[in-house]
């Protein structure tokens, strides 16, 4: 890729959950802020802008990472998923949005998608990961709502599903 | 909170790269993982008219034992040396720093060379790079050169690395034999800037100490044959000759009491893996 | 309670009734306002902050921002105050609030001009360009110091910072003060805080050219009080100012309240622009000037007898409000007032609240909303109690506590406790939490020699707040002038639809509580139907739904009022469908039940008519209608509460309608090198009435108590003496993260529902902001043996509790910083110089060496004898910025010393500072020797606080490198 210039948009091209997507943007344009504006992907949201609370948190190259400490020029190329990818094509949502769904580990939903991305890289490093290992890789994703609790239980159901365990039975009231 | 505007450069190779920044020196910034240069970029703290994006450059994407070190190019980022399957085995104190060091997310993008040459005070790779005496390779247009950690970090954010050079690999001692290292930091949050970290190596009668977070770069002191009171008395002169500072988050008096209490304890942790 | 086992369990409600909100969310297809689709035109908003705590404005010249690519407007504080009036708050005041600052800024991050730009990029572009000048004022930032007669004056025209004080006397005080056997005291200080939520404060605003009025989009959360405040600045009638909240709003935790300011600036700013304009608040923003709990001092007296058993308290606040009041500031305090005595029999009280302005961001709504502040205070009285007497803190609340008899109970101060049986609670929660095993543990900690403290606390959970209730900062007879306040209506709408399925349409504009599926559970259960068949859709707009004034989401309104509103709105449609039903099915409507999508006999359930065929015939056969019945099937509800009185001419009020318990108590472990307290264990029990979906209460309560413990552990908005922010980054403000949070031992203990609310439900959401904070204070207490303890509970501070001071340096040379919280820097240095003190001198003297000497100095113009305006780019390592700066050398006394001062500006922040130079003759050359003093304010204050003393000494270092080099010293 040659020098861009900085008061130009340039064609950016990427992967986004499968498809091949295009759009332009300065080089200085966070790769949130395309993904959400240009593409009209807003799931991704934006939190706080310094890579602190995960909101915004995607995969890139299989790898998660903050999108609001990603120029859009650095995607051009590459592979991203985004919480909009997650769910199967007819709707029915992966193991671990079900684990979110039943374990109330979602309030306002607003952090919701940067943890789920992130969950998901997790899992799949660490098939069988303990309450203490989950509460660790989360560390990066601030959830005011939920107080984690209701997260960590999805995330451990989840991985037990992904496993092939029978899930762990629904908490009793 | 948005950046100011800059041209963007993702060069072929290090040859473009080093072009670029002979031609643009301190005008340009490169960005390796951008961990710690995005947020400075959003917050307008800094404004560099190009940035040179090293992130894609497959030749400094390496991490290799040779000659006694880890070699560690510029493009390699901190989670992938925490996946290379020699660390635990040519670096405990590495390996053990590696998950104090911001998030997951941060680490599957952030470089090891990068949060070396940013060079923040609080760093857990800086100290690593101090306490173990290693080292960086500068290169520029005019050829490449080899600086020692202790001269590399001149001061707070600030190292010696020129406009228009670029820290293309860091040089990482590879563990000695039959040395102890152990590592610890204090910081109010998992993933927050340290307060105080401390890195302890210990080889025979050799104590080697580096802090980090409490003076405005890495600090290293090595004694020898130090014990009980006698070692008590020379951590707390290094705590005091370091000084540091109040902020929000901790006490000058804090930081100095963790490098008394926190640095027993790990260089007693170092001591014990060396005997083992 | 034979009135509590009448309220209904159905189907759905009581249930783990999974969330109805969720798919949207989890598969990113939720609609917050930054989402939405605007129009083409739509400008976005970015903002010229304040960098100082308190200064004049000057001038502001913004020609050159105007001239920036993408920029369409600018708006000033002149723009605003031309076209508003200032925006009001429950009583006459001296201050004048526009949203933005006029003459003068009073904190850090005021906004001081709006650039309106094509996008987000180029409004952040021009703001360098917007020129304001400043005269930096003292500032006041202590609200007990704020109330003294020499601490500067915020706002002209009042003669005091003190902008309301009360003193309330409720039942005989001084007597029962006088008379008790025993008293204690203590003061308590609370700090600032917040729970900011994940997403940010959004505005979409635009002028409506043909009516003169406003369409706003936000995520505004109520109350919708706050509505005729806005119309009113904007000098318009409320019917033209149309707001509407979409579907989601991320998190508010109260703090959405004040984003009403913002919107009246971004309607002045579309108004001026001449085009829509929107502003998504960044996290900076948020931080330094959105909105913060009331931090607050409080002197707490008590009086009691031997057997701890307390007669009267007696209270003196001073709430600290920041900058400016905005409705309904300063509510917190009085929504506690009724619960001055906490759930306590104690028979008199005294309160005196000072109302509090200083230089630091204005309040707003946070969780708990007044609670956690007093019951900081009282419930570390009551430990204190304990201790002097010798007796378990736990037993001198139980002493204390009202009997499950006398309910309802009317406090001293007035509040009309509901419901409850707090002992009960208590006997559960102990069994529950095995209390008797946490003791053990503790012993056998402290026969180890740690420090392991057990703490408890037992809290009020208000819920429902009386509209009323802020009256009571009035004199009875201001209140009498005025007209009463009381009340608290909810709002709700159900209709059915031609073929039988359910909207519901209420005011609770939720943040992410549940509430669709909630009241979901309410009415499919009051109609018999499946829940599939009930759409609940809670966006909100002014123009087209039924609201009132106590609309919105705040204080826990949904649990007892917004479902009430439903509850009655869903009956009211069942009893019309009942009376269609009756003719057909040939049974009175009484006799009718409604299950299973069927209305049928009670007697006769194979006597039985669909649902959708009784809701269809009122939409297609009128005429089949018992007389006088209206067509279609929509009824709505405007609930309201009659227990919710206003206050009395003796200052009574009963502040909100319900009352829930909550118990807590924790075993902590406090780290001895680190200072690091270890929450080892945590039980909590709240009791709110009848639980209406267990899965959403659990969720508050983790929430909350997540929250509580950030609080109480991690989260303050520091400000430093002077007035400077320092909590300006995540990374600054810690929010509380998985791996810090204890686990939460949650007991759900019997219910005592609310007779006062139709479902007999109470507010959850708040109670561990109330408790937790002063639960773990009173096990540290406990822990250390110590009285004063403040949250939050940083290591550092604990550390000094533990081991007093610092032992002295073995090297006399090595001096310890001084201890201070104000940012003012302070250092010195040494530099010998090869060449003569009067060669070094003259260098000071001589602007063309000085332009040489000042690190990045770009321009040096001499402004006067001795004085010079330079413009400097300087920085640390990357960090750079252009600043504009003021030196003046003073006290000259050639050439042995000098004074160095000045000041700089620019878009990093701002900066004061002095210093001396002494020059003094040494061998082959002169030894220099400087201080220096600097104060910085601003961005890189807020942003940078852990470098800012290492920057400064690197800077001022820099400087003199300078000089020596300069006056023939080289770089030897």
């Known amino acids: 890729m040659p020098l861009i210039a900085k008061d130009a948009r340039h064609r950016i091209a990427f992967t986004l959950n499968g498809e091949d997507v295009e759009g332009y943007a300065e080089p200085r344009m966070l790769l949130v802020d395309f993904l959400r504006h240009e593409l009209g992907a807003t799931g991704t949201h934006v939190g706080c802008e310094h890579g602190v609370c995960g909101a915004c948190t995607i995969r890139v190259n299989g790898r998660a990472a903050r999108a609001c400490l990603m120029l859009a020029v650095q995607a051009d190329g590459k592979t991203l998923d985004t919480v909009e990818g997650l769910a199967a094509s007819d709707g029915a949502l992966s193991p671990l949005q079900q684990a979110f769904h039943e374990k109330f580990a979602l309030q306002c939903g607003f952090c919701t998608p940067g943890l789920l991305m992130s969950l998901g890289e997790v899992i799949e490093r660490n098939p069988d990961p303990s309450e203490q290992d989950i509460r660790i890789a989360i560390s990066g994703n601030i959830c005011r709502c939920t107080g984690y609790q209701e997260i960590i239980d999805a995330a451990l159901a989840a991985a037990a599903v992904l496993r092939g365990e029978t899930p762990p039975s629904q908490n009793k009231d | ?276 | ?972």
């Open chain 3, 1 to 972: 309670m034979a009135e509590a086992e009448a309220k209904p369990k159905g189907k759905y409600v009581g249930q783990r009734v999974l969330r109805r909100e969720n798919f949207p969310l989890l598969k990113g297809q939720g609609r917050f306002v930054d989402d939405l689709p605007v129009s083409p035109r739509t400008l976005h908003a970015a903002f010229v902050r304040s960098p100082h705590p308190h200064a004049n404005i000057k001038s502001i010249d913004y020609s050159e921002a105007l001239k920036q690519p993408g920029v369409v407007a600018v708006i000033t504080g002149e723009d605003v105050a031309a076209l508003c009036d200032p925006l009001i708050v429950g009583f006459a005041n001296p201050i004048n609030y526009y949203g933005i600052a006029t003459d003068r800024v009073r904190y850090v991050g005021e906004p001081v001009a709006v650039v309106c730009a094509s996008d987000r990029y180029k409004a952040e572009d021009a703001l360098d360009y917007v020129k304001v000048e400043y005269e930096p004022l003292p500032a006041a930032v202590d609200p007990v110091e704020a109330a003294k007669p020499e601490a500067p004056i915020i706002h002209p025209g009042a003669d005091s910072n003190t902008v309301s004080r009360r003193t309330f006397i409720h039942g005989e005080p001084e007597e029962a003060m006088q008379a008790a056997k025993r008293r204690s005291e203590m003061t308590i200080r609370y700090p600032r805080n917040s729970i900011t939520p994940m997403e940010t404060y959004a505005i979409i605003a635009e002028y409506v050219s043909d009516t003169g009025g406003y369409d706003v989009t936000s995520n505004f959360q109520g109350p919708f009080s706050i509505h005729p405040v806005m119309a009113k600045s904007l000098r318009i009638p409320g019917s033209k100012l149309r707001h509407r909240s979409p579907s989601h709003s991320g998190g508010s935790f109260g703090s959405k309240l004040v984003i009403f300011p913002y919107i009246v600036v971004l309607c002045i700013a579309a108004r001026k622009a001449g085009r829509p304009v929107k502003w998504i608040e960044d996290r900076l923003e948020h931080l330094s000037a959105s909105s913060v709990a009331p931090n607050r001092v409080t002197k707490i007296e008590a009086g009691y007898d031997d057997d701890g058993i307390v007669s009267v308290f007696r209270m003196e606040h001073w709430d600290d409000h920041g900058a400016y009041l905005r409705a309904p500031m300063p509510a917190p305090i009085y929504r506690m007032h009724g619960l001055s005595t906490n759930g306590y029999r104690i028979g008199h009280c005294q309160v005196i609240n000072n109302i509090m302005i200083t230089n630091k961001c204005p309040t707003g709504a946070v969780r708990g909303f007044g609670g956690p502040q007093l019951y900081f205070a009282i419930e570390r009285m009551m430990h204190k109690i304990a201790v002097e007497l010798g007796l378990d803190p736990l037993e001198v609340i139980r002493r204390n506590l009202i009997s499950a008899d006398s309910f309802p109970y009317r406090t001293p101060a007035g509040a009309l406790l509901d419901s409850g049986d707090y002992q009960r609670t208590i006997d559960e929660t102990l069994a529950d939490g095995k209390l008797e095993e946490l003791k053990r543990h503790r012993d056998e900690a402290r026969a180890q020699g740690r420090l392991y403290g057990i703490g408890y606390a037992a809290v009020v959970e208000p819920s429902q707040s009386n509209m009323g209730y802020i009256s009571t900062l009035k004199t009875g007879e201001e209140r009498e002038r005025a007209g009463p306040k009381d009340g608290a209506v909810a709002s709700a709408t159900v209709s059915v639809d031609p073929v039988g399925s359910i909207s519901v349409v209420g005011d609770s504009v939720p943040q992410g509580q549940g509430h669709q599926t909630t009241l979901a559970q309410i009415v499919a259960d009051e109609l018999g139907v499946d829940i599939d068949d009930v759409v609940v859709n809670l966006e909100t707009d002014t123009q087209k739904d039924n609201w009132s004034i106590a609309s919105g989401n705040y204080s826990c309104r949904f649990a007892p009022a917004a479902t009430s509103a439903a509850h009655l709105a869903a009956q009211r449609v069942r009893d019309k469908l009942a009376r269609i039903a009756s003719q057909g099915l040939n049974v009175p409507p009484d006799e009718l039940e409604f299950e299973g999508g069927y209305i049928r006999a009670k007697a006769n359930p194979d006597n039985k008519v669909p649902f959708y065929r009784v809701a269809g015939l009122a939409h297609w056969s009128p005429s089949s209608l018992p007389d006088g019945m209206e067509a279609a099937v929509r009824e709505s509800a405007h609930w309201n509460a009659p227990e919710l009185t206003p206050t009395t001419a003796n200052d009574e009020i009963n502040t909100s309608l319900a009352y829930g318990f909550g118990f807590d108590y924790c075993g902590i472990e406090i780290d001895r090198d680190t200072g690091e307290v270890c929450i080892d264990k945590y039980v909590s029990a709240h009791d709110c009435g009848t639980i209406l979906n267990p899965g959403l209460a659990d969720g508050q309560i983790h929430g909350s108590f997540a929250a509580a413990v950030g609080a109480t552990l991690f989260e303050e908005f520091a400000y430093a003496e002077d007035g400077s922010f320092l909590s300006g980054t995540f990374a600054d403000y810690l929010v509380i993260t998985a791996p810090e949070l204890p686990k939460l031992d949650l007991i759900h203990p019997t219910a005592n529902p609310s007779p006062y609310t139709r479902l007999g439900a109470k507010g959850i959401a708040e109670g561990n902001q109330y408790s937790t904070p002063v639960c773990v204070a009173n096990a540290v207490a406990d822990a250390l043996g110590r009285e004063d303890i403040s949250t939050p509970l940083t290591p550092a501070k604990v550390f000094e509790w533990i081991h007093g001071e610092e032992a002295p340096p073995p090297d006399t040379s090595a001096k310890p910083a001084k201890k201070k919280r104000e940012r003012a820097i302070e250092g010195q240095g040494e530099a010998f110089v090869p060449a003569a003190p009067e060669e070094v001198w003259a260098t000071l003297l001589d602007p063309d060496s000085l332009a040489k000497v000042i690190p990045g100095c770009r321009e040096l113009e001499q402004t006067a004898e001795n004085a010079y305006r330079a413009t400097v780019d300087m920085g640390v390592g990357p960090v750079r910025g252009r600043f504009e700066a003021n030196v003046k050398l003073s006290d000259l006394r050639p050439p042995q010393s000098a004074t160095l001062s000045g000041d700089l500006a620019g878009p990093l922040g701002a900066s004061h500072g002095s210093g001396t130079v002494t020059l003094e003759a040494a061998e082959g050359g002169t030894q220099v020797r400087y201080d220096y003093t600097v104060h910085l304010t601003g961005k890189v204050a807020a942003v940078g606080g852990r470098m800012l003393d290492g920057a400064a000494r690197l800077l001022i270092g820099q400087f003199f490198k300078a000089l020596v080099k300069q006056a023939g010293g080289g770089e030897k």
């Open chain 2, 1 to 276: 909170m948005k950046p100011a505007a800059f041209d963007y450069l993702r060069p072929a190779d290090l040859d473009e790269a080093l072009d670029t920044l002979h031609e643009a020196g301190s005008d340009a910034k490169v960005m390796a993982g951008g961990q710690s240069l995005m947020p400075m970029l959003n917050m307008r703290l800094l404004t560099p008219s190009v940035i040179v994006d090293i992130s894609d450059l497959e030749a400094l994407d390496r991490i290799e034992a040779v000659n006694g070190h880890i070699e560690i190019g510029a493009a390699a980022t901190q989670a992938s040396l925490g996946e290379w399957p020699e660390l635990a085995a040519k670096s405990p104190l590495l390996a053990e720093a590696l998950p104090n060091i911001g998030h997951f997310q941060t680490r599957n993008r952030g470089t090891v060379c990068g949060s070396l040459a940013h060079s923040d005070p609080s760093s857990e790779l800086p100290l690593c790079l101090a306490t173990l005496g290693g080292g960086v390779v500068l290169q520029s247009k005019a050829g490449s050169r080899t600086v020692a950690a202790s001269d590399f970090q001149t001061d707070m954010l600030t190292t010696d690395c020129g406009p228009q050079e670029m820290l293309v690999a860091a040089r990482f001692p590879v563990a000695e034999p039959g040395a102890g290292y152990a590592f610890a930091e204090i910081a109010r949050r998992h993933g927050d800037f340290a307060i105080v970290a401390l890195a302890a190596m210990v080889t025979g009668e050799t104590i080697r100490l580096g802090v980090g977070g409490v003076a405005d770069t890495p600090q290293v002191r090595e004694w020898q044959g130090l014990k009980g009171g006698a070692l008590d008395d020379a951590l707390n002169a290094f705590a005091w000759e370091m000084g540091g500072s109040d902020d929000v988050h901790a006490t000058a008096r804090y930081r100095r009491e963790i490098v008394r209490r926190i640095g027993r304890k790990v260089i007693a942790e170092a001591k014990d893996a060396a005997d083992r």
